[in-house]
Structures are given as structure tokens and as C-alpha cells.
């Protein structure tokens, strides 16, 4: 998988110039789509075939502060995967060092907002994830 760059914009940042702490959750989601893209499951993708992947949780820990013009390196590894829920981590870096390691956990509903599990409905998608949980264990 390639990870996925944000370059910090000016809107981005604060009065102190510092990238703004609640940017990082939307540079995770950039670059959860991106990711999603990769596997061959895009977000359009899935929810053309009737599910959905809501994000249930979210944990941020801050390490370094960025600031405009920065180039954030995200990576992307699955960490828990069952079927009906996905927990992904993010390791993001700039110039080398980690800024932010965080988590967001997701769940798998139907148009009705019903719980389902991918391993049966999408088979293929659960593959690529699994396989991809496998990889980031070695």
C-alpha cells in the first residue's frame, strides 16, 4: 500500500502557526479513502453495494507539532478485523519523525443501518483487508 501525503495548509493552522490538533481526524480520513481505494473497495464501491463503514471510534496521540507547508506521511495498517468491525491504524510522520499515532475503529452496516458482516457480503474486500492485517504482522 502507499501511504498517503497531506501537505498542511494555511487554513489548517492556528494562531501559533501549528497545525490545528482537530485537522489530524480529517487527514486520517483522506487518507483512509485513499487507502480503501488501494484495495480495490472504495468507499463508492461499497456503499453502491448497500453497506456502509461508519467510523464508532477514534484515538489521537500527538507527538510533534506540524506546521504550514509540512508534508505528512500517513501509513495505514489493519490491526483487528472480524467481519462486522475494522479497527485501522494510522503512523503519521513528517521529515522522519512521528507526529500523530492513532486508531479509528469502524463498523459494517446495511442500508437499513443494520449490522453486517463483510467476510459473507464481500467477500473479496474481507480478503484484501485480512491479507493486509496478515502482511503488517510480519
Known amino acids: 500500500m502507499q501511504p498517503y501525503v497531506h501537505q498542511v495548509q494555511y487554513y489548517e493552522t492556528d494562531k501559533m502557526q501549528i497545525t490545528h490538533h482537530s485537522n489530524y481526524i480529517r487527514f486520517m480520513e483522506e487518507a483512509r479513502v485513499s487507502f480503501m481505494e488501494q484495495t480495490g473497495f472504495g468507499y463508492k464501491a461499497m456503499e453502491d453495494g448497500g453497506v456502509v463503514s461508519p467510523v464508532i471510534s477514534i484515538s489521537c496521540e500527538y507527538r510533534k507539532s506540524t506546521t504550514f507547508g509540512d508534508n505528512i506521511i500517513i501509513d495505514i495498517k489493519v490491526l483487528k478485523l472480524n467481519g462486522v468491525k475494522l479497527e ?47 502482511e503488517s504482522e510480519m
Open 88 to 134: 485501522l491504524g494510522y503512523t503519521m510522520t513528517c521529515d522522519g519523525q512521528v507526529v500523530c499515532n492513532a486508531t479509528s475503529g469502524h463498523c459494517f452496516l446495511d442500508s437499513e443501518g443494520k449490522l453486517v458482516n463483510i467476510k459473507k457480503t464481500l467477500p473479496e474486500f474481507y480478503a484484501a483487508l485480512e491479507a493486509l492485517m496478515k
